[in-house]
């Protein structure tokens, strides 16, 4: 329970330091804080990808599980609706990367058809949990399992949208619970 | 007159001993969002108005093997789910379910949910007693009951 307590309290000071440097959007982060960086994970095709796959685009880093049945759906429902306010060429150079925080039930395949459904632009990420950590920490994401009444579990997870420059640098965040019309605005005024 | 007044009293008792358990308790705007192939689970969201202070206390579907009370909570860009044991229903205030809050999650769907389609939830109120409402299934990337 304190240990939980203190991933919790970890976690909000990260949050907060990730909210600070969401209100200086293209600024260097501070000393010492870096935000994402090298992969190897596999995609909803089965292929195994890097960050080099996709160079040159725009990234929308989101990280949850496919039986998630609220924020997730919500999350990715609203920028797929702020992709449709995009023009077409805005929308070309950028690609949504979904990471999945429970590779037990997301295999490429379960995750690669589930966010299909939310736009052409959607990509989903999985791998070994050995092959995730390292990507949950470079995002300074918190995942935990938790039980549900039934014996079943849901995952407790930082659900932060990452905006990631054609470069791979870390330019900002986009907070979940935006309407389309300011996400998009926001996305434009990141410079994607 | 008086007679008249009897009748009138005689009348609203009647009414007041029929018509609360019928109308306390609306449920409205019920949808859920369509299933990705493989899941299993959903979520439903309403808005239920009690005319008298009242509590839902269970909620189950026969579309689904269960279903639960659930809160997802944002904490500093945390997102949790919470199962509920009850949510309050204060009179004439409008309770609602939406994305990003409470929901009435579903487990072990009997069918994928798909969109146009319209399936059932059962809410068990402590003092309306059991209320069906019927469920709109909306496309996945709908973020309200109109999608």
């Known amino acids: 329970m304190r240990r939980g307590l203190l991933w919790l309290l970890g976690g909000g000071v990260v949050v907060l330091g990730l909210a600070a440097a969401a209100l200086l959007p293209r600024m260097a982060m501070p000393p010492g804080i870096t935000i994402g960086g090298p992969f190897a994970l596999v995609d909803g095709d089965g292929h195994a990808v890097s960050e080099r796959s996709y160079a040159g685009l725009w990234k929308l880093v989101y990280f949850g599980y496919t039986h998630c049945p609220d924020a997730c759906p919500t999350t990715l429902s609203t920028i797929g609706a702020a992709m449709d306010k995009l023009t077409p060429g805005q929308r070309r150079d950028i690609r949504v990367l979904f990471i999945t925080v429970d590779p037990g039930r997301d295999s490429p395949q379960v995750i690669g058809s589930y966010v299909k459904a939310f736009g052409p632009e959607f990509i989903g990420l999985t791998g070994s949990p050995a092959a995730l950590a390292p990507v949950e920490s470079s995002y300074h994401v918190y995942a935990a399992r938790h039980a549900l009444k039934d014996g079943d579990y849901a995952m407790d997870h930082s659900s932060i949208i990452y905006v990631m420059a054609p470069d791979g640098h870390f330019v900002g965040l986009l907070d979940d619970n935006l309407t389309p019309e300011a996400m998009a605005k926001k996305l434009v005024a990141l410079g994607a | ?147």
């Open chain 2, 1 to 147: 007159m008086a007679n008249m007044r009897v009748a009138a009293v005689a009348l609203s008792l009647a009414a007041g001993m029929v018509l609360p358990a019928a109308a306390a308790v609306q449920v409205s705007g019920a949808w859920a969002r369509a299933t990705a192939p493989g899941q299993d689970e959903g979520a439903v969201y309403l808005s239920v108005t009690s005319t008298t202070a009242d509590r839902l206390t269970a909620v189950s579907s026969p579309d689904a093997g269960m279903a639960m009370l659930h809160e997802t909570t944002q904490m500093g860009g945390m997102s949790s789910m919470q199962d509920m044991d009850g949510v309050a229903l204060p009179p004439g205030k409008t309770v609602t379910f939406a994305p990003h809050g409470m929901h009435i999650m579903l487990m072990d769907l009997k069918h994928p949910l798909t969109a146009g389609s319209v399936i059932g939830v059962d809410l068990t109120f402590q003092k309306a007693g059991t209320v069906h409402a019927q469920v709109k299934v909306e496309k996945i990337t709908a973020t309200g009951p109109q999608g």
